[in-house]
């Protein structure tokens, strides 16, 4: 990771008559993080919540970033869908541009994208998904090239690079991963990391040795820009504070990657 690292976290996901408040648990997590992920629409979110969370995080200089998924609200976005490319192109264009217009009312700007949930696995392998991926944010982002978040070694991230983007290698605080560096799918044991001091301990190793152990014990590789905490991990705002908190007494610089 070097000396500098993005911690940044899904927002916008909760109910939709969500409203930042000074207690709330979102604020809370825009309090610590430097990047939020917002719901596009796809999975979670509307018009009024993407404006809520673009406007809670240009208070905070929180960078914005268009979290675009599958369709698929009844599911949140974490089912794979064999969508055609050129449906997935269109409706992570819509997702990106829809972004854009809140957060700029919001007085912000979308500074990346990054898939959410099966979008996001899928293009870590499937050659087809990943372009359509890539096609729709070179289309959305009006000749301003979005840097496109991915998890390392990522199909995607590779045609995004051939593409003119900037590839931004992310990893996970509070998800397992397999021996391969993919992560450990949600419905098996060992998805989800929920004690501070074990994602404490998985995060300041990723910043000094650029590796993460998987759950079968093997060391991989975590060469990251940015961290993710999940904001519906159990205990999410703890976590993502602990996270802080221990990079910052390490000297590790936390800002955003843009």
């Given at each position: ?83 055609p490319p050129v449906v997935l ?170």
């Amino acid at each position: 990771m070097g000396a500098r690292i993005d911690l940044n976290c899904d927002l916008g996901e909760g109910l939709d008559d969500w409203v930042p408040g000074v207690d709330g648990p979102e604020s809370r997590l825009l309090d610590v993080v430097t990047s939020a992920n917002v719901a596009c629409g796809f999975h979670a979110g509307d018009d009024r919540v993407m404006a809520a969370v673009c406007r809670a995080a240009a208070e905070r200089g929180v960078a914005v970033g268009a979290q675009v998924s599958y369709r698929d609200r009844a599911g949140f976005g974490r089912r794979f869908l064999d969508v055609p490319p050129v449906v997935l192109r269109a409706d992570v264009v819509e997702q990106v541009r829809a972004l854009r217009r809140a957060a700029a009312a919001a007085g912000t700007r979308v500074s990346y994208v990054k898939p959410h949930g099966a979008l996001y696995n899928a293009v870590v392998h499937h050659a087809e998904q990943a372009t359509a991926v890539v096609d729709a944010v070179v289309e959305a982002s009006d000749g301003d090239p979005l840097p496109l978040v991915g998890l390392p070694g990522a199909v995607v991230l590779d045609v995004a690079r051939d593409r003119g983007l900037r590839p931004v290698r992310e990893a996970f605080a509070d998800r397992g991963y397999r021996a391969d560096g993919t992560l450990v799918p949600r419905t098996e044991p060992g998805a989800l990391v929920v004690d501070p001091d074990e994602v404490v301990a998985r995060v300041l190793a990723m910043a000094r040795d650029g590796r993460i152990t998987s759950v079968d014990g093997t060391l991989i590789l975590a060469d990251a820009e940015s961290v993710c905490v999940h904001s519906d991990t159990p205990g999410a705002v703890v976590l993502a504070a602990a996270v802080r908190h221990a990079l910052d007494q390490a000297g590790v610089a936390v800002g955003p990657f843009v």
